[in-house]
C-alpha cells in the first residue's frame, strides 16, 4: 500500500496541471464506515466524512498523509453526524446528507442539478451540469485554506475556524475586497480600518483583484487583467514530493505551510503574515489585553477584572467588584480610577472632552454614571462603556487607559450565569416577602407549627396551579414521528432564529396551519425546567401572542408548535420598502406589541421577562395584526455570548446595557429592546445602518440629535402627517432606551404615553443620568 501511494503521490507532482479527476456519478452514496469518501485518482485528496469529535463532518481532506488534514468543511458550524449517516449524490443531481431518520441537509448549493461529481489532483471538488460546465466547486466556498491554484475571488473571504482541531466557525477573516485590498479582520466586524489588524496596502487596484497559490507557496496578487500587483510570499520552496497549501489559522494568523509527503512529520510553518501574536485584534477577548511575552502571546486583564474563564483567554474579563447602581451615591465615592499605559482599545466614545490634564478625564469619568472606561489622549477625553475591546499592549502608545472600579467582590459571587440574574418575578418577591412578615407574625401568636404551614401552603403554590382549572387551554403533548407527519418530513422551512428552524405542517384533523419550531440550543439537563415552562407559556393567552398550540419533548428532541402567521415578521414589512406599513398603521402596531408586552410583564400569572425582544421575533397575523413570539425561552437557552460579543455599546443592537454589566436584568430590559424597536417602527429603518452617513448610523443617538436639535422632519419626512403624533412616539422611543433601567418607564406607562393618555416629559440626554423621571 505504502509504495502504491508513493507512486500515486509521485505522479501528484507530475499531473497537477493536467487536473486530473476520478468522476463520480449519480446515485452514488457514502456512509461514515464503508466507503467514507470519493478519493482523487493520486489518493492524496479525497471528499467524504472525516472524524469530528464523537461523529463525522464532510469534506475534503488530504487522504494520502498519516495526518488527517482537512482543507475543506460543508457546513461547518452544523453538528457532526453519528456513523448511521449517509452522503448522496441523488439521482436529482443533489449532493445530500441524509440522517438515518431521513432528514435531508443539502451541502452544495448550486443553482441547478448537477449530472456528474469530480474530485480532482488539486484538492477541489466539483459539479458540472449536463454540459460539462462547472456550475459549483469546493475552490469557490473556501473555508480557513488555499491550496495551490486555488483563488481567493473579490469578495470572498477565508474564515479561521475555532480551533486547532475543531473547523467550526471561529474568530478571525482574511477578505478579498472589492476595493483591491485584501485585509484581515475579526469575525463580526464591519469592513473598515478601524477593525482591520493587517492588510496587503493594494486598495484601489480595482475590482476582481484575486489572490492565487501556487505550487511553490508564491502568494500574490493579481488584478483583473492579470497582471501581478504584489507578492505577499516569494514562494520558492520545494514542490517535488512536497505539498504547500495556506491557512488561516485559529490565532488569525495566516501561514504557508508545507509537507514532505514521503516522510512521517508535522507541516511546518514557512511562513507567517506576522510574527507578533497580539496582532489579531481581540485575542484576548473582552476586557481583557494581550501582551507579547518571548514570542509568545499572553492575556492580561484590566484591574479589578478577573479571567472569566480561567485557561481560556477567548471568553475575556470580567469585574471582580460589585457594580453599584450609579444613581443611589453621589459623586465618586464608590468608584475610583485605575489607568492601564502602553495599551491600545477600540476606540468608540460615546462622548469626547476636551480636557487640559488627565485628572479631569477621570473627574469626568467618575461624575458620569455612563462612564466606564476613558481613554485619555492629548487633551482628549474619550468616554467609553464596557466591555473595552480589542486590547493589546503597545510600547508607543500614548494612551492612557483609564478604568473605573469599585469595590472587590469574592470570586464566589461571580461565576453566576446570566440568566440567572433574572430577578425572581415580583409577584413571587412580593408573595414571599409578605409570607415572610406573616408567617413571623404567626409564629409570635402562635409558635412554630403555624409557621411551619405556611411555608408549606407557600410551597404548594405552584404545584395547584399546574394541575388546576386551565386544562382546556393547555398546549398538547405531541410525538415527534407526528410532528414530521405534520410537517412533511420538516420539508418546509420558513424561517431560523436564535433558538432553531421553524417549518411548516399541517394539522390533518383540524385542517390548522402551523409552525413549527425545532430548538437546537436547549440546556440538555433541563428536563423539569421544560415542562414548567411549557405550562407558563400555555397559560398565556393575548390578541398579541402567538398561541403555543403544542409541543413535543423526547429524549432528544425539543419541538413547540405554534399557531401559523401568515404574513412573516414585522422586520420582514418594516425594512421592505413594497410593504411598509403607513404612519399610522405603525403607531398601531407599536401599540398593539405594547399591549402583548404588558401582558407579559404584569398581567399573566407567572411574570415573563422576554429577553429578546426584536423585530425578527414580532410576527404578523393575516389582519396584519402583530404577535409576540418565543418569550418564555428564554430560561431553556443556554446564554449566548455571541450575543454580547457582536452587540457592542454603539451597535449593541436591542440589548440592554445591564447585559453587558455584573447588573440583575429585569423587565426594563424588555423596555430597553421595545425602546430600540419602536424607534425603528417610527422611523421605518433599522437601528444600525452604516450605508447612511456616519451622524446617522446609529438610530439612537441620530433620533436623539435630531429631537435635541428640533430636526424632526428630517426623521419624519414627507409621509407622516401628524407630527405631533410621530413626535410622542420618538419621546417614548428616547425614554426607553436610556442606560439607566430605573429611569426606563414601565411597559405600563409606555403603552398609556402612545395611547395618548399621559403627557410625556422631555427625555433626558442619554448621557446624563441624574434627571429622574
Ligand atoms: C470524467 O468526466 C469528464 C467530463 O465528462 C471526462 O472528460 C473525463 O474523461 C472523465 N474522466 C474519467 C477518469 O472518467
Ligand atoms: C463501495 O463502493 C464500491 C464501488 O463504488 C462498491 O463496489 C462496493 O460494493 C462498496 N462497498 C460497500 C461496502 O458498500
Ligand atoms: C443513528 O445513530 C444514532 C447515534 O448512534 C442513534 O441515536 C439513532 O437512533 C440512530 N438512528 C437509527 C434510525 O438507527
Ligand atoms: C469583474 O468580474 C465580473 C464578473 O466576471 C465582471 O462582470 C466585471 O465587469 C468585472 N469588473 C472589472 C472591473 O473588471
Ligand atoms: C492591471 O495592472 C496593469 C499594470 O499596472 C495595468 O496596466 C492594467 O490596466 C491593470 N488592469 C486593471 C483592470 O486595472
Ligand atoms: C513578484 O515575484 C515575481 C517572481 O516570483 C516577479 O517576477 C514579479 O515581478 C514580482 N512582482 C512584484 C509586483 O513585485
Ligand atoms: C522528503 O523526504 C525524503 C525522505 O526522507 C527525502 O529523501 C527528500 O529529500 C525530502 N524532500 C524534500 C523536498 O525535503
Ligand atoms: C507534531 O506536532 C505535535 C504537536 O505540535 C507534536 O506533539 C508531535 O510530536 C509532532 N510530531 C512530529 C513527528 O514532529
Ligand atoms: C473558550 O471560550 C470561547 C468563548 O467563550 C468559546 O467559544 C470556546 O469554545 C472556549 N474554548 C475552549 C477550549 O473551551
Ligand atoms: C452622600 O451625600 C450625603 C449627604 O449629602 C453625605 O452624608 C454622604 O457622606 C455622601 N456620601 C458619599 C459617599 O460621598
Known amino acids: 500500500m505504502a509504495s502504491i501511494l508513493f507512486f500515486l503521490l509521485l505522479s501528484v507532482s507530475f499531473t497537477a496541471s493536467a487536473q486530473r479527476q476520478t468522476n463520480i456519478s449519480l446515485r452514488s452514496s457514502l456512509t461514515p464506515l464503508t466507503n467514507s469518501s470519493w478519493f482523487s485518482p493520486s489518493g492524496l485528496y479525497a471528499f467524504g466524512f472525516y472524524r469530528q469529535g464523537n461523529g463525522y463532518s464532510i469534506g475534503v481532506f488530504l487522504a494520502g498523509i498519516s495526518l488527517n488534514t482537512v482543507v475543506w468543511s460543508a457546513k461547518r458550524d452544523d453538528p457532526p453526524v453519528p456513523t448511521n449517516a449517509t452522503l448522496l449524490f441523488s439521482s436529482d443531481g443533489r449532493v445530500v446528507l441524509q440522517s438515518a431518520q431521513g432528514d435531508e441537509t443539502l451541502i452544495d448549493s448550486p443553482s441547478q442539478p448537477a449530472s456528474l461529481a469530480a474530485m480532482s489532483d488539486s484538492g477541489n471538488f466539483m459539479l458540472y451540469d449536463s454540459d460539462g460546465k462547472i456550475i459549483w466547486q469546493s475552490f469557490d466556498h473556501p473555508t480557513d485554506t488555499l491550496l495551490p491554484t486555488q483563488q481567493l475571488k473579490a469578495g470572498a473571504e477565508l474564515v479561521s475556524s475555532a480551533s486547532e482541531t475543531g473547523h467550526s466557525t471561529g474568530f478571525y477573516r482574511l477578505k478579498m475586497q472589492h476595493d483591491g485590498h485584501l485585509v484581515q479582520y475579526p469575525v463580526d466586524t464591519q469592513d473598515t480600518a478601524p477593525y482591520s489588524y493587517w492588510a496587503s496596502g493594494t486598495n484601489g487596484y480595482g475590482d476582481n483583484v484575486t489572490l492565487n497559490l501556487d505550487q511553490d507557496g508564491h502568494l500574490y496578487l493579481l488584478n483583473a487583467t492579470l497582471f501581478n500587483i504584489k507578492n505577499i510570499t516569494v514562494g520558492g520552496y520545494p514542490t517535488k514530493e512536497t505539498i504547500n497549501m495556506m491557512k488561516l489559522d485559529a490565532d488569525g494568523i495566516f501561514r504557508i505551510y508545507s509537507k514532505n509527503l514521503t516522510r512521517n512529520g508535522n507541516w511546518s510553518a514557512e511562513w507567517s503574515s506576522t510574527e507578533d501574536k497580539c496582532d489579531p485584534k481581540g485575542s484576548c477577548g473582552l476586557n481583557g489585553y494581550c501582551v507579547m511575552n518571548d514570542l509568545e502571546a499572553e492575556c492580561r486583564c484590566l484591574p479589578q477584572f478577573a479571567f472569566v474563564n480561567q485557561g481560556n483567554w477567548t471568553s475575556g474579563c470580567e469585574r471582580a467588584f460589585r457594580a453599584e447602581s450609579c444613581k443611589d451615591k453621589n459623586g465618586s465615592g464608590a468608584y475610583t480610577i485605575e489607568e492601564v499605559r502602553f495599551t ?222 401568515s404574513n412573516g415578521s414585522l422586520a420582514d414589512i418594516l425594512f421592505s420598502p413594497e410593504k411598509r406599513p403607513c404612519f399610522i398603521e405603525r403607531l398601531e402596531i407599536a401599540r398593539n406589541i405594547a399591549r402583548g408586552i404588558v401582558y407579559l410583564h404584569e398581567e399573566c400569572e407567572t411574570q415573563i421577562i422576554h429577553c429578546d425582544i426584536k423585530p425578527q421575533n ?4 393575516k389582519y396584519r395584526c402583530p404577535k409576540v413570539s418565543d418569550f418564555g425561552l428564554a430560561k431553556l437557552l443556554k446564554p449566548d455570548q455571541t450575543n454580547t460579543f457582536t452587540g457592542i455599546r454603539g451597535t449593541r443592537g436591542y440589548v440592554a446595557p445591564e447585559w453587558h454589566r455584573n447588573m440583575p436584568v429585569t423587565v426594563k430590559a424588555d423596555v430597553y429592546s421595545f425602546g430600540v424597536m419602536l424607534l425603528e417602527i417610527t422611523c421605518c429603518r433599522k437601528n444600525v445602518d452604516y450605508s447612511l452617513p456616519e451622524a446617522e448610523a446609529i438610530l439612537e443617538v441620530w433620533v436623539y440629535q435630531c429631537f435635541q436639535d428640533g430636526g424632526m422632519d428630517k426623521l419624519a419626512g414627507d409621509e407622516v402627517a401628524d407630527k405631533r403624533q410621530f413626535e410622542r412616539m420618538v419621546k417614548v422611543g428616547l425614554w426607553c432606551t436610556l442606560d439607566e433601567p430605573s429611569l426606563r418607564p414601565s411597559m405600563k406607562k409606555v403603552l398609556l404615553m402612545l395611547e395618548g393618555t399621559v403627557e410625556i416629559p422631555i427625555p433626558p440626554s442619554p448621557n446624563s443620568f441624574f434627571t429622574a423621571i
Open 618 to 621: 414580532i410576527l404578523i397575523d
Open 344 to 565: 491600545d482599545w477600540e476606540d468608540v466614545p460615546y462622548s469626547t472632552l476636551s480636557v487640559t490634564a488627565k485628572g479631569d478625564c477621570e473627574q469626568a469619568c467618575l461624575e458620569d454614571c455612563n462612564c466606564e472606561a476613558a481613554l485619555f489622549d492629548d487633551g482628549k477625553c474619550r468616554k467609553q462603556r464596557l466591555p473595552l475591546r480589542f486590547g493589546r499592549r503597545n510600547m508607543g502608545s500614548t494612551n492612557f487607559a483609564l478604568v473605573k472600579v469599585g469595590k472587590p467582590i469574592s470570586p464566589m459571587d461571580r461565576n453566576e450565569p446570566i440568566i440567572e440574574k433574572k430577578k425572581p418575578s415580583r409577584t413571587i418577591v412580593i408573595v414571599s416577602v409578605s409570607f415572610v412578615a406573616f408567617g413571623l407574625v404567626m409564629f409570635a401568636i402562635f409558635g412554630i407549627i403555624i409557621y411551619r404551614y405556611h411555608v408549606l401552603a407557600y410551597k404548594r403554590v405552584p404545584n395547584n396551579d399546574g394541575t388546576g382549572s386551565n386544562q382546556e387551554f393547555a398546549p398538547r403533548a405531541f410525538t415527534f414521528a407526528e410532528l414530521g407527519n405534520f410537517t412533511g418530513g420538516f420539508k418546509e422551512e420558513i424561517g431560523r432564529g436564535s433558538f432553531g428552524t421553524v417549518y411548516k405542517g399541517l394539522i390533518p384533523s383540524t385542517q390548522k396551519v402551523i409552525a413549527v419550531k425545532r430548538l437546537e440550543k436547549v440546556l440538555a439537563e433541563g428536563e423539569r425546567e421544560f415542562q414548567n415552562e411549557m405550562k407558563v407559556i400555555g397559560k398565556t393567552h393575548h390578541r398579541n401572542l402567538v398561541r403555543l398550540l403544542g409541543y413535543c419533548h423526547d429524549e432528544h428532541n425539543r419541538l413547540l408548535v405554534y399557531e401559523y402567521m
